[in-house]
């Protein structure tokens, strides 16, 4: 009897209820401003995006090539911050000031930390020399110390900003100084600015700083946004007679976190002005919608063949997404999946989809993975499972 049954259970097809893989999360659609908005904006360049999703809220030439002055020193920092985290530098190593690095303070263009010829600067006085006081000779200092040249820390910073995806971005020196090759878009900046406050959150502080005094002369933060009530906690302002006058500048309110970056504008009140408005705009007229939690139970799913009837499906982050005031209760979502589930089911096995809709748009995808592990009966009751599918069709009573 034990044969037949086994022979018989071995003849069964095998049933499988599990859903196809599904894609990895995918980032909300571009969101374009609408373009009365865009009209408005007296900058040459604008770009503002919701970092907690990805999405685009405004896009005016955001991949237009554009001198970017001294915004260029966030790569600068950029290639120090990395250093620091990899244990290559600390913040007290000191760095010698070079004539080159010293007679920088006394061009006609740009400005300066002033730093004493042949004295050495510590390596965290040199990041908010940068940072704070946009300093030219701090910048040669830091490329000196840190590659050994200005040209090799210059080639650093091009293979970095290949690295992060800065694909229309080139770099010819290490404070942003005009020169025919040094270029950057507002969409990369955008990214550079992502990375900055996403990869080194034990040093993104110093972009907050409002002033530094170095060889007795105090400077305050040429970043205008950082002394209004907008949430600002950096990043950098540029200027070039080229270009106008520009910024990079990132703000949280509530635990949501936008990057905005404009170019072009004639002088630094403008700037000022309509990097405020545009920064109220992305808080004022678009919405964080958070759908669903990390881990957290979506719903229970049913299985066959299994020790346990269902199990619970999660996403593995959580899901959320940035629309329109106006439209967020139009935000749905829904599942993709087969039931039931055959087992074994492996804890963290993708079994479905998660997506974010909003009428027939679908804005984002998320993977629904297994909340729990749950294994297949034992041989007998497997068999009589079985076999009352067959003769049934029903895996359960």
């Known amino acids: 009897m034990r044969f037949l049954i086994a022979l018989l259970l071995a003849l069964l097809p095998s049933h499988s209820f599990a859903a196809k893989s599904a894609p990895k999360p995918v980032a909300a659609p571009v969101e374009k401003a609408a373009p009365e908005m865009v009209g408005g904006s007296i900058a040459k360049q604008a770009y503002l995006i919701d970092m907690n999703t990805h999405t685009v809220l405004l896009d005016k030439g955001g991949e237009v090539k554009m001198p970017t002055s001294s915004m260029s020193k966030m790569m600068t920092v950029y290639v120090m911050f990395e250093a620091l985290k990899a244990g290559k530098v600390a913040l ?105 406050i996403h990869d080194f959150p034990e040093y993104y502080h110093y972009f907050a700083e409002k002033e530094f005094t170095f060889n007795n002369i105090k400077q305050g933060n ?47 009140q403008e700037r000022s002005d309509e990097a405020q408005r545009l920064i109220n705009y992305g808080y004022d007229e678009f919405a964080l919608v958070n759908v669903a939690k990390k881990d957290e139970a979506i719903r229970n799913v049913k299985v066959a063949f299994g020790k346990a009837k269902t199990v619970p499906v999660a996403i593995t982050s959580d899901a959320s997404v940035t629309v329109r005031n106006t439209e967020r209760s139009k935000v749905k979502t829904n599942v993709q999946l087969s039931e039931p589930i055959e087992a074994p089911i492996a804890k963290g096995t993708e079994i479905g989809k998660f997506n974010v809709l909003m009428g027939d748009e679908k804005l984002a995808t998320y993977p629904l993975v297994a909340g729990e592990s749950v294994p297949k009966l034992g041989f007998f009751p497997l068999m009589w499972a079985k076999l009352r599918f067959m003769i049934t069709g029903k895996y359960d009573e």
Not at 148 to 172: I, P, R, T, W, Y
Not at 229 to 253: F, M, P, Q, W
């Open 92 to 196: 007290s190593d000191e760095y010698t000031v070079s004539e080159k690095a010293w007679r920088s303070t006394y061009k006609a263009e740009g400005s300066s930390s002033f730093m004493p010829l042949n004295s050495k600067v510590k390596v965290e006085d040199l990041i908010r020399g940068i940072i704070i006081q946009s300093g030219n000779d701090a910048t040669i200092v830091m490329a000196e110390g840190l590659a050994g040249s200005e040209s090799a820390f210059v080639a650093a910073m091009n293979d970095k900003a290949q690295q992060l995806g800065m694909k229309n971005s080139h770099f010819a020196n290490p404070s942003g100084l005009p020169e025919p090759e040094h270029y950057s878009t507002p969409q990369d900046l955008a990214l550079l600015a992502w990375h900055l």
């Open 222 to 268: 040429r970043n205008p946004l950082l002394y209004k009530n907008l949430g600002v906690d950096g990043l950098k302002t540029g200027h070039a007679d080229e270009a106008g006058y520009g910024i990079t500048a990132s703000a949280i309110r509530n635990g949501r976190r936008l990057i905005l970056v404009v170019n072009g504008l004639g002088n630094m």
